[in-house]
């Protein structure tokens, strides 16, 4: 309850700033040193939570959340695996077996442009993903090892976990 007090306070006071006296707005033109304003209280709380919140959020973006992994199935000889393209691709790490043709199909429900394409470096692969679509991409990989695939910007990636078969 105090921490929504402080808020409204806040908000109020940056709409309706305090009046300040004579003694506080003594101030020479020809002064040009540093003159330090005095931020209320609310204001400083304000900010400091504000910062922490966004610091918060930005460490749990990067850093808390947990991948998504899925191995892949078997159906013809073909490795598959659907990964969803919203938010970011989930699952965000694909293991596959060296040696076997994979058929990775992404499709995407988000209508950011970062997600216009998926970049996997490692295959040589560079392709659009239109928005209400599947697009699928075929590969094999003859080594054991971690490939990532990205956006198009290298913002968003996941993982393509090759093991032996």
């Given at each position: 309850?105090?921490?929504?007090?402080?808020?409204?306070?806040?908000?109020?006071?940056?709409?309706?700033?305090?009046?300040?006296?004579?003694?506080?707005?003594?101030?020479?033109?020809?002064?040009?040193?540093?003159?330090?304003?005095?931020?209320?209280?609310?204001?400083?709380?304000?900010?400091?939570?504000?910062?922490?919140?966004?610091?918060?959020?930005e460490l749990w973006w990067f850093l808390g959340r947990k991948q998504q992994k899925q191995q892949a199935t078997q159906s013809n000889g073909v490795q598959s695996v659907l990964v969803t393209v919203d938010g970011g691709y989930r699952p965000d790490r694909v293991i596959v077996n060296s040696g076997e043709p994979v058929r990775?199909?992404?499709?995407?429900?988000?209508?950011?442009?970062?997600?216009?394409?998926?970049?996997?470096?490692?295959?040589?692969?560079?392709?659009?993903?239109?928005?209400?679509?599947?697009?699928?991409?075929?590969?094999?990989?003859?080594?054991?090892?971690?490939?990532?695939?990205?956006?198009?910007?290298?913002?968003?990636?996941?993982?393509?976990?090759?093991?032996?078969?």
């Open positions: 309850m105090k921490l929504a007090a402080i808020l409204v306070r806040t908000a109020l006071l940056s709409i309706f700033p305090m009046e300040m006296s004579d003694s506080q707005m003594q101030h020479s033109p020809t002064d040009r040193s540093f003159q330090p304003i005095e931020q209320p209280l609310p204001v400083k709380v304000g900010v400091v939570l504000g910062g922490l919140t966004l610091v918060g959020a990775l199909s992404f499709r995407r429900l988000d209508g950011n442009s970062c997600l216009d394409e998926v970049l996997i470096p490692d295959f040589g692969i560079s392709t659009r993903l239109p928005v209400g679509q599947t697009t699928t991409v075929e590969f094999t990989p003859t080594k054991i090892g971690e490939y990532t695939f990205t956006c198009g910007m290298r913002m968003f990636r996941g993982v393509i976990e090759v093991t032996a078969t």
